[in-house]
């Protein structure tokens, strides 16, 4: 029976990954902070441990039989202090590295972000190749990179892993990509900028865990690299907004922003929300949440495809369905 240790367990991605793999006979081991949702794993026969990645004793501890690691934890948010993201991303990262190397796990799969390719401008098909902006575009994006070096140096010490960066991740579970838009539209409607014709590349959840499956048992010559992963089909933000509240049955708001106005008052908002912190923990918006609507980024998966033998299963329009679906049973 396959061992596999999924951080990151009572998250999005985590938890359909550590449920996925106890569906087909492997020996899981869920690691998280939130204590509810572990309490869940653990009905469901999925073991749960309460444990923080910044604790290299527990964290090496943890890894002790394991023949995998999938390492989806992470602080993962466009606003914060860069400590606490270097504690959790980066040293959580090394602890995890750590823990492996010394219990001879046999591969690492880490988690990354395509944020480290974001630089305020349009970027179509990026291989993992490409040069990457010399200034990450905030801490998140950072930490993160820092942490595929991490895992870089452990790979030339001797320890098989798997980098992936996977494209907005959504479908039934989802806390953050789509909610948050249900949220931005109730208030005040959500901000079309250029018409709203960026080209966005997504990940239907199902389609995530593939890619994580299937790096664990790639074959080594796959093993030190870094994959993207996503549906690998571009859809318009207009358009993906106009299906998705049809399928919810709820009226579409749209407000029409320009993009220099729409930046411009997210760098306002930052620079408020760092001189006074009594406004809150979080603005509203940033400019790289206002990039992210602004910008076209697709992403191409010709190394996922030829070596982890990655296919995307389920489309974008099945994914918004199966969404839709799940959002309004959760509401009834």
């Not at 953050?176 to 005040?188: D, Y």
């Amino acid at each position: 029976m396959k061992r596999v240790l999924v951080t990151g367990a009572t998250g999005f991605l985590g938890r359909a990954t550590a449920v996925r793999l106890h569906r087909l006979g492997w020996e899981v081991t869920g690691l998280g902070r939130d204590e509810s949702v572990g309490r869940q794993l653990t009905g469901q026969g999925i073991p749960f441990v309460q444990a923080d990645l910044r604790n290299r004793r527990e964290i090496e501890d943890v890894c002790e039989g394991r023949d995998y690691v999938i390492h989806c934890a992470a602080l993962s948010s466009p606003w914060g202090r860069y400590p606490a993201f270097y504690e959790t991303n980066v040293s959580g990262t090394e602890n995890i590295v750590a823990g492996c190397l010394r219990h001879g796990v046999r591969r690492l799969v880490h988690v990354s972000t395509p944020s480290v390719y974001f630089n305020y401008n349009d970027r179509l098909l990026v291989s993992e190749e490409e040069e990457l902006p010399r200034k990450p575009v905030n801490s998140y994006a950072a930490t993160k990179l820092i942490a595929e070096r991490v895992v870089a140096n452990a790979s030339r010490d001797g320890l098989s892993s798997i980098v992936v960066r996977p494209r907005a991740v959504f479908g039934p579970g989802d806390t953050s990509l789509f909610p948050r838009l249900l949220r931005v539209q109730e208030s005040r409607g959500i901000p079309l900028i250029g018409g709203g014709e960026a080209l966005l590349d997504l990940t239907y959840i199902d389609n995530a865990v593939d890619g994580l499956v299937l790096a664990c048992s790639a074959p080594e010559s796959a093993a030190g690299a870094i994959y993207n992963l996503s549906n690998g089909e571009p859809v318009k933000l207009i358009e993906v907004l106009r299906r998705l509240f049809d399928l919810l049955e709820l009226p579409l708001r749209t407000r029409r922003v320009s993009r220099p106005a729409a930046l411009a008052a997210g760098q306002m908002l930052e620079w408020l929300y760092r001189a006074f912190p009594a406004l809150g923990a979080e603005p509203p918006f940033t400019r790289y949440t206002v990039g992210l609507l602004a910008y076209s980024q697709t992403l191409d998966l010709t190394k996922a495809r030829d070596a982890l033998r990655y296919e995307p299963r389920i489309s974008v329009d099945e994914g918004l369905r199966r969404f839709a679906d799940w959002w309004r049973s959760n509401l009834s």
